[in-house]
């Protein structure tokens, strides 16, 4: 299916996995508006070059915190008024940080979850009834393995991932019979800035050297590999392309957790 007309927000896609998503959609010919708190960088990304920084080719990128409210309405209004009316969201905006339970300081939990969690409620709040009226809407909401499973020292990540895979459920029961989907991707450990910064805090507290520590995050995927962030945008185009709602798939795609 060509997404040619549709119009596309993708929050946090000013890097990583969102940029590539939004570029994924974009080759599809769809027009895509990015939503982050800072600019992405302004270069021309050819098909062949690295997808991890850069800006998607004629996109509209509006500045907001997910977190907050009116800067989301306002944001996404501008994203209408430069591109139409909304027809895909992926809620990809999102942060990582990790601590004992003991060390978890009220302040990190607030921002995890308001980041991770609230800020995937806003912005799904804020397209849903123009998605139900116009009979035709795709949610893709980028969770984590952490929605689906416990790990140690992420106990804030773990509980925000786990409430967007449930939000996912919710509103795709509530959309049920409307022409909207909602479904969640659940990658794990993907190749960005957040897998490097882990690598980076778990080589400087347990002395491990870098290629050790990268084999056991790699263990800890399903698949037993760090994913790529083309995987990843592949996952969300198949969930936007499909009919089917409802549903966390993992990534790399044919993999189980169990
Ligand atoms: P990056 O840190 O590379 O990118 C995060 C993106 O989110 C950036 O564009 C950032 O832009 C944006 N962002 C962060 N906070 C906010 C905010 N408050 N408001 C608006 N935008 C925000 O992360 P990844 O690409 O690795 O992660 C993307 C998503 O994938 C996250 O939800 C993450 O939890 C999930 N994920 C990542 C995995 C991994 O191993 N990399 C594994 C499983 C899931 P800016 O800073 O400019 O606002």
């Known amino acids: ?60 990128h509006a500045t907001a915190d997910v977190c907050n409210e009116s800067e989301i309405r306002a944001a996404f209004q501008a994203c209408r008024d430069a591109n139409g009316p909304i027809d895909i969201l992926v809620n990809n905006a999102g942060i990582v940080e990790s601590s004992t339970l003991g060390r978890t300081s009220l302040e990190m939990w607030d921002r995890i979850i308001a980041t991770n969690l609230t800020g995937t409620f806003l912005c799904t709040r804020e397209v849903f ?29 773990c509980a925000s991932k786990h409430g967007v895979v449930g939000f996912t459920r919710a509103v795709a029961a509530e959309a049920a019979g409307t022409g909207v989907t909602v479904n969640a991707v659940c990658p794990g450990y993907t190749e960005t800035d957040i897998l490097r910064n882990a690598v980076a805090n778990i080589t400087a507290k347990t ?40 549903e966390a798939m993992i990534v790399p795609i044919g993999e189980a957790l169990y």
């Open 1 to 60: 299916m060509s997404l040619a007309g549709k119009h596309a927000i993708v929050t946090g896609g000013s890097r990583g996995i969102g940029l590539a998503v939004a570029q994924r959609l974009a080759q599809e010919g769809a027009r895509v508006s990015i939503v982050s708190r800072s600019t992405p960088q302004r270069v021309t990304l050819s098909p062949s070059t690295s997808l991890r920084t850069g800006s998607v080719e004629g996109s509209f």
């Open 129 to 157: 009834a123009e998605m139900t009226a116009a009979k035709w809407g795709r949610i893709v909401n980028v969770a984590s393995t952490a929605g689906l499973v416990g790990a140690p020292y992420i106990s804030a990540y």
């Open 207 to 246: 002395g491990r050297d870098e290629e050790e520590t990268r084999r056991l995050l790699a263990a800890s995927n399903p698949q037993g590999r760090i994913a790529t962030v083309e995987e990843v945008a592949e996952a969300v185009l198949i969930l936007v392309n499909g009919s089917q709602t409802g």
